[in-house]
Structures are given as structure tokens and as C-alpha cells.
């Protein structure tokens, strides 16, 4: 059992501009990885050299340096609406899941973020389709011109549904990740034959680092799925007053 206690070294304001400026500067350092892994995922790179270089290195030459950093825009700007989201909706998991004495236990702890990341994803995901349909395209014969331009076109084109396709596996999703975070931080004291509270800090960092391997595994295959489904194109069936013009 845990103790809920609020950090007051930091304001709240503070926490969501240094959780953006950090979250900002990894998607910015690992973008090129990211764009691999898209194409990779929606079919792309079928054909070609496999691989995050051999892929890199085919765009590089395709459509420059810049295009390894394709979607990234939006995905620095999507952090911020997706922060706020997601620390007010953990506080009130938090709430809810805390019982009289002000204790939570570390699977109502882990839920909680399960459900606060759920929602915030759920809340923003048209950023996050956009961003796909970004890196898939062509950066020399653009079919979107940026976030707006893309907003604007999906819902012209394919109706406003057509912004949440895919979210399904979000929610499915989140169940093996919930999971695999839970197997990790119940066997930690296990792998490190002591209590968690004594942790050194690589010991910590390497426990971030599986966490993350495991839970991204485990929720790859969702994650795959729902990358094809936001790539794929739709247009709206035309009106019978169009049809007949």
C-alpha cells in the first residue's frame, strides 16, 4: 500500500512545462526511429531493406533529411493537450481508487495511469491519426500540408468518424499494457533481491527501461493494427444530389 501525498515542490503549471519541454526533446531525439517504425507497421518499407536504417536512409534519399522528422510537429504539440488531460484524469482515478486512511494500492496505482493515459489518448487521438497519415505520405507531393490542412481534409473527405478510426485498439490495447506494467513492478524487488525504496539511480532507470519493453511487446500487435487502420483512406460516399449533378 502507497500514501497519496501531493509534490509541493512543484506547481502544477511547472510539472505540465517541464513534462512537455522532456516529452518534446525525446519525440524530437527519436523521431527518425519512430517514422521506421510507422512505415514498418503500415506496409511501407515491404519490398525494401528492412530495418530502422535502411529505412531511415530510403527516406533520406527520397525526400531528405527533413523527412525523417515527418508528424513530429504534431506530435510535440499534441503532448501538451495530452498532459493536461491525462494528469487531471489520474487525479480523479487517484481519488476514487484512494481509500478513507488516504492509501492506494500499486494495482489501483497502475490502473489509474492505465485509465488517465486511456482517456487522454481517446481525447486527442485525431493528433495521433494525423501524425501517421503525415509520415506516410510523400513529404515531395504532400497530400496534407500540416495539421490543420489535415484536420480540414479527413473531415471533408471521409466524415468525422473517420478522425477516431482505429481507436478501438486503444482500448484493447491499454489491457495488455496494464498488465504488463503490473507483471514488472511486482517482480522488481525479486529481480534486484531488495526493497524497492533502496533502489539505486541506474537501478531505476533500468526498471523504467523494461517496464517499457515489456508493456510495448505485449501491446505491439494492437498498436500495428490500429497504425494500418489510421493510414487507410475512405472518401464519403457521395449525396444523391451529387450523384445525379
Known amino acids: 500500500m502507497a500514501t497519496w501525498r501531493r509534490d509541493g515542490r512543484l506547481t502544477g ?11 518534446a526533446l525525446s519525440l524530437s531525439l527519436t523521431a527518425p526511429l519512430e517514422l521506421a517504425t510507422v512505415l514498418a507497421q503500415v506496409g511501407v518499407v515491404r519490398g525494401h531493406a528492412r530495418g530502422p536504417w535502411a529505412t531511415g536512409h530510403r527516406v533520406w534519399r527520397a525526400e531528405g533529411p527533413r523527412a525523417l522528422w515527418k508528424g513530429n510537429a504534431v506530435a510535440c504539440l499534441r503532448l501538451f493537450p495530452c498532459s ?17 486512511l488516504g492509501h492506494i494500492s500499486q494495482w489501483s496505482s497502475i490502473m489509474a495511469g492505465s485509465l488517465a493515459g486511456m482517456v487522454s489518448t481517446i481525447v486527442t487521438y485525431p493528433t495521433d491519426l494525423i501524425k501517421t497519415r503525415l509520415i506516410v505520405q510523400n513529404m515531395l507531393e504532400p497530400s496534407y500540408r ?19 478510426r482505429g481507436v478501438s485498439l486503444t482500448v484493447v490495447g491499454a489491457l495488455p499494457f496494464s498488465a504488463g506494467s503490473l507483471l514488472v513492478h511486482m517482480n522488481l524487488e525479486k529481480i534486484w533481491n531488495g526493497p524497492r525504496d533502496q533502489f539505486s539511480l541506474p537501478q531505476n532507470f533500468a526498471n523504467v527501461c523494461l517496464a517499457a519493453a515489456v508493456t510495448q511487446t505485449l501491446s505491439f500487435p494492437f498498436e500495428t493494427v490500429k497504425r494500418k487502420m489510421q493510414r487507410m483512406e475512405r472518401l464519403r460516399a457521395p449525396t444523391s444530389h451529387t450523384a445525379e449533378e
Open 13 to 23: 503549471g511547472q510539472r505540465l512545462l517541464c513534462a512537455g519541454l522532456a516529452g
Open 84 to 100: 493536461v488531460v491525462q494528469l487531471a484524469a489520474y487525479r480523479k482515478f487517484v481519488v476514487m481508487f484512494t481509500d478513507d
Open 146 to 164: 500540416g495539421l490543420l490542412h489535415a484536420f480540414s481534409t479527413i473531415y471533408q473527405q471521409e466524415g468525422f468518424l473517420a478522425l477516431y
